[in-house]
């Protein structure tokens, strides 16, 4: 799996132990399969629940940001072979699984004039390729489902081929209103494509690697023990975190870049001539993408499966992933509850006219921080300085300049 | 291994004949697209993992999106299933003649290759390697490339861009 040396604990290594004493069992020329197959079936069942177990916190945590109390009915079924029956409803909990039957039992109706194919093989496209991302992610400290070279190469071009599907489900619906929101969807995806892969240059330059557990394993250590050494927390690292979430949220469709779907404005996007499974499909596939954009970002930025301080290290690392895992999932409901629709002209202007320079310039930040390594004691002061005002100046003079003209706002009224 | 490459072979050549064969243009791109994701698979098969992620992230990411969008913008009827032109000699003609000398220049070089047997040594292929190579030894390479490709893409969009004119003065 990688190269480190065993130093976890019997809990950090437990899942691996299970692995292995499953696939000692068969015989040996089952072997390398069984064992590839275990890895799969593991983060598909982990991540099918994480997505399942995400959509109903997502409900309850609108619901409470909207001053609502969200789905709570949903208790166990009666079976009515069992003698004694669980009254409690369990805070709602078991809706996603209700929510399944019922997208599965839904009927499918597939337009007369679609083109049956592709109209069929959009969501399935559009699942294998979002499912495929979280094969380079590390977990762990030993758990990564495969350890490439060009890691950070694969994810994006995973992620790439999400667009094709869109397209695909878009042209095969054969409704106007489907084909238009479609190439919206294309120009705001292509649109922030480019941010997003240029918020992730610097820590390629800085840790010179593109394997994501080289880079996990480059942020590892604490000063004093206490302050980790996430890339979070130098200036070319915030800016590149705030430059990635931003993308992150328009890459995956999220508010407040949903325009692709923009349920309360345009009827579905793409998705107007999907129903039933195949529309449950596209959602799954949304949130996949969402959870393994955040699992990258917690990857390059905030450290992996690092603990955050020294004496907290015995608490196992994928534990500590899922954990930040988790608040960004929460950041990103938090956000979707928060912030207001942008219009499509803002959108693309948001990103070409700002993030993208932006980007580009933090690129050259974190040449410059790598170039200035070897400074120490007042000239770290220094660098910090520096790198910060190369990084703050623009922003605000950007800023500034962009929105001349539309801020503030005066509003008058009729006397 | 044999057959894994047989495989991704057939899959390679099948979908870009079928391409070639349909009538259906946005069915022809995307079996253009399969078969470009056939060439990413080869490249994975052959070792060569960053080129192969560069194949995914470039073609199917990226260039797949360039021609989609080329034929649902030029294209004003994608139920036409017309030939687009009316059939020609002349344009038979030319077709077949550059069709035979593509088809020459590529067998002369094939044939005047010489394919070693096999590879002395493992070439040293890391991400890293490749990286060094690129801005190293091919940097004016990669920039001449680049800027080639820039301004390809500006004279596209100069090309692409007919602003209706609507004072004649302008068109001169």
């Known amino acids: 799996m990688s190269a480190l040396p065993p130093a976890g604990s019997f809990l950090e290594r437990a899942p691996l132990e299970l692995r292995d004493a499953v696939v000692q069992v068969l015989p040996v020329p089952v072997q390398w399969l069984a064992h590839h197959l275990i890895?799969?079936?593991?983060?598909?069942?982990?991540?099918?629940l994480f997505?399942?177990?995400?959509?109903?916190?997502?409900?309850?945590?609108?619901?409470?940001?909207?001053?609502?109390?969200?789905?709570?009915?949903?208790?166990?079924?009666?079976?009515?072979?069992?003698?004694?029956?669980?009254?409690?409803t369990l805070f709602g909990l078991s809706q996603p699984f209700a929510d399944a039957v019922k997208a599965l039992t839904k009927e499918d109706i597939v337009p007369a004039a679609a083109d049956k194919l592709l109209h069929f093989l959009a969501p399935v496209v559009v699942v294998a390729f979002s499912l495929m991302t979280f094969a380079v992610l590390p977990f762990g400290r030993f758990l990564i489902p495969?350890?490439?070279?060009?890691?950070?190469?694969?994810?994006?071009?995973?992620?790439?081929?999400?667009?094709?599907?869109?397209?695909?489900?878009?042209?095969?619906?054969?409704?106007?209103?489907?084909?238009?929101?479609?190439?919206?969807?294309?120009?705001?995806?292509i649109s922030y494509e480019l941010p997003l892969i240029l918020s992730v240059v610097p820590i390629v330059l800085i840790t010179g690697t593109l394997s994501t557990q080289t880079i996990v394993v480059a942020q590892g250590n604490w000063s004093f023990g206490l302050l980790p050494h996430?890339?979070?927390?130098?200036?070319?690292?915030?800016?590149?975190?705030?430059?990635?979430?931003?993308?992150?949220?328009?890459?995956?469709?999220?508010?407040?870049?949903?325009?692709?779907?923009?349920?309360s404005e345009l009827i579905a996007g793409h998705l107007t001539e999907y129903s039933g499974f195949k529309y449950a499909l596209f959602f799954m596939a949304e949130y996949f993408g969402l959870t393994a954009l955040s699992g990258l970002g917690v990857t390059l930025f905030l450290g992996g499966w690092q603990a955050p301080c020294a004496f907290l290290e015995f608490i196992?690392?994928?534990?500590?992933?899922?954990?930040?895992?988790?608040?960004?999932?929460?950041?990103?409901?938090?956000?979707?509850?928060?912030?207001?629709?942008?219009?499509?002209?803002?959108?693309?202007?948001?990103?070409?006219?700002?993030?993208?320079?932006?980007?580009?310039?933090?690129?050259?930040?974190?040449?410059?921080?790598?170039?200035?390594?070897?400074?120490?004691?007042?000239?770290?002061?220094?660098?910090w300085g520096v790198s910060l005002a190369v990084i703050v100046i623009p922003f605000i003079a950007m800023g500034r300049t962009l929105t001349a003209g539309f801020a503030p706002r005066t509003y008058r009224y009729a006397p | 291994m044999t057959v894994a490459l047989i495989f991704i072979a057939v899959l390679m050549l099948g979908s870009a004949a079928t391409a070639m064969v349909l009538r259906n243009l946005i069915h022809s791109a995307l079996l253009l697209i399969a078969s470009w994701a056939g060439v990413a698979a080869f490249y994975l098969w052959a070792g060569a993992e960053f080129v192969a992620f560069a194949q995914v992230l470039v073609y199917v990411g990226a260039i797949s999106m360039v021609v989609l969008f080329a034929v649902l913008l030029t294209r004003q009827n994608l139920d036409d299933r017309q030939p687009a032109e009316p059939a020609s000699r002349a344009r038979a003609l030319a077709a077949v003649l550059i069709g035979a000398s593509v088809a020459g220049v590529i067998t002369a070089t094939v044939l005047s290759t010489s394919f070693k047997p096999s590879a002395a040594e493992a070439p040293n292929a890391t991400v890293k390697q490749i990286g060094l190579d690129l801005m190293e030894s091919h940097g004016a390479t990669l920039l001449i490339v680049g800027?080639?490709?820039?301004?390809?893409?500006?004279?596209?969009?100069?090309?692409?861009?007919?602003?209706?004119?609507?004072?004649?003065e302008d068109a001169q």
């Open chain 1, 39 to 48: 890895t799969i079936v593991a983060v598909l069942a982990v991540f099918g």
């Open chain 1, 51 to 88: 997505f399942a177990f995400t959509t109903i916190a997502e409900r309850k945590l609108l619901a409470r940001l909207q001053n609502r109390r969200g789905p709570n009915r949903t208790g166990l079924p009666r079976f009515s072979i069992l003698p004694w029956h669980l009254k409690h």
């Open chain 1, 146 to 189: 495969v350890d490439i070279d060009a890691a950070l190469l694969y994810f994006f071009a995973a992620g790439s081929a999400t667009e094709l599907a869109i397209f695909m489900a878009g042209w095969s619906s054969r409704n106007k209103y489907s084909l238009l929101a479609a190439m919206r969807a294309l120009a705001q995806l």
């Open chain 1, 230 to 263: 996430w890339f979070v927390f130098t200036p070319w690292g915030f800016a590149g975190f705030i430059i990635f979430l931003i993308s992150a949220l328009a890459e995956s469709n999220r508010s407040p870049f949903d325009l692709p779907e923009a349920e």
């Open chain 1, 316 to 383: 196992p690392s994928y534990l500590w992933f899922m954990l930040k895992l988790i608040g960004m999932i929460v950041f990103f409901i938090w956000v979707r509850g928060t912030l207001l629709r942008l219009r499509i002209d803002q959108l693309t202007r948001l990103s070409w006219q700002f993030l993208v320079p932006l980007a580009l310039i933090n690129v050259g930040n974190a040449a410059f921080w790598s170039l200035t390594s070897g400074w120490s004691g007042p000239l770290q002061l220094v660098r």
């Open chain 2, 147 to 168: 800027v080639i490709l820039t301004v390809a893409l500006l004279g596209a969009t100069v090309i692409a861009a007919t602003d209706k004119k609507s004072d004649p």
